[in-house]
């Protein structure tokens, strides 16, 4: 019993300092993106903390999986390179009660994926994809500042003064200068004005009381013209284009009771990573029972290619059924029976395994 204790406490350690790197890791890039988009506009600064805590889930996607693959094979490999397995066998201990510790751990790594996958994501997708389009729909989060060129399509938009405390952010000396891209040289010059939309979502400048120049016309000469007030389209509705899957928010209970072979498909990529914990944890204890004198990394390599090809056969095949309408019987539940058949029984029954099973 406390040699069990033992290998559970082994396990469990790396995997949770590997979750918090890992963590830390997938956050960071992820904090990354959203600034990144933030500095050109595609989104608010104020929203970017929100933006990366709601994209947690994602990452626990494919995270959580990994994080028990990689502490088995750790814990396990240092254990058997440390000699100390020799002993553990000496005593009764084999690679099957090995695979009985990681089981465990298995089972609740697989509990906490299948929350995550099942409720936290879509939930999370979907108040992301809320906050997004609630941003930018709502005027206080136009990137106009005082003192600074924004580009909204075909327009480059100088404002002097914006009045922040306005919620409809009233604007004073607006300067808009048509984009050299656009082909039509021209400024519009406005002692006031203001942004709105309309009900298609069309976002709009209105400019009050100014002066709109145009030109070089055929003879050289530029035509002005004055205004009492002047509207301008700066930026058309637009379709999320962060999102894939325009379903990813779907709650699971919808998708159960859908008979749309679309909810179909991602009922099984939601359940894709429960199945891999299992199967990556009956590959990865094998294949972590080195020899002493191989040390605890050689079997990293392969290992870390058996995960690669587990994700990318099976992103493949969900493009695949994606876009075809291949029948989804066995659908994604090919993949881990596959591996299971293919790469689990074989690792964990193979004649070296065994043999290091029977030891005593």
Not at 244 to 251: F, H, L, Q, S, V
Not at 291 to 318: D, E, K
Not at 335 to 357: E, M, Q, S
């Amino acid at each position: 019993m406390i040699i069990y204790k033992y290998i559970f406490k082994e396990i469990l350690k790396v995997q949770i300092v590997t979750t918090i790197i890992l963590l830390t890791v997938f956050l960071c890039q992820s904090t990354i993106k959203y600034i990144g988009r933030a500095t050109v506009g595609r989104v608010p600064v104020d929203i970017v903390s929100s933006m990366v805590a709601y994209s947690i889930p994602s990452i626990a996607f494919i995270m959580l999986p990994l994080t028990l693959f990689i502490a088995v094979l750790v814990a396990v490999g240092r254990i058997s390179s440390d000699s100390e397995m020799v002993v553990l066998r000496s005593v009764g201990f084999s690679g099957h009660d090995i695979v009985k510790i990681a089981l465990f751990l298995a089972f609740f790594t697989a509990v906490v994926t299948g929350i995550n996958s099942l409720y936290f994501m879509p939930q999370a997708a979907f108040n992301q994809k809320a906050l997004l389009n609630d941003a930018q729909s709502n005027l206080q989060y136009l990137p106009i500042e005082s003192g600074r060129f924004s580009n909204f399509a075909n327009y480059i938009i100088y404002v002097q003064k914006v009045d922040e405390n306005n919620k409809d952010k009233s604007l004073g000396n607006v300067v808009v200068i048509s984009s050299p891209l656009s082909g039509s040289g021209s400024i519009a010059i406005a002692k006031a004005g203001n942004v709105s939309f309309d009900k298609e979502g069309v976002q709009w400048l209105h400019m009050q009381k100014g002066k709109s120049y145009q030109g070089p016309v055929e003879d050289g000469s530029y035509r002005v013209s004055s205004f009492e007030e002047l509207s301008i389209p700066v930026r058309a509705k637009s379709e999320d284009e962060y999102y894939d899957k325009p379903i990813a928010g779907t709650p699971t209970l919808e998708l159960l009771s859908s008979d749309s072979r679309e909810f179909k498909l991602e009922l099984q990529w939601r359940l894709a990573p429960i199945f891999a914990v299992f199967i990556l944890t009956l590959v990865a204890v094998p294949l972590s029972m080195t020899n002493p004198r191989q040390g605890r990394f050689s079997r990293l390599g392969p290992a870390m290619a058996i995960y690669v090809s587990y994700y990318l056969i099976l992103l493949a095949l969900y493009n695949l059924l994606n876009s075809t309408d291949y029948s989804l019987v066995p659908g994604l539940y090919i993949v881990p029976v596959f591996f299971l058949i293919f790469v689990v029984l074989p690792l964990n029954f193979g004649n070296r395994f065994h043999t290091l099973a029977r030891r005593k």
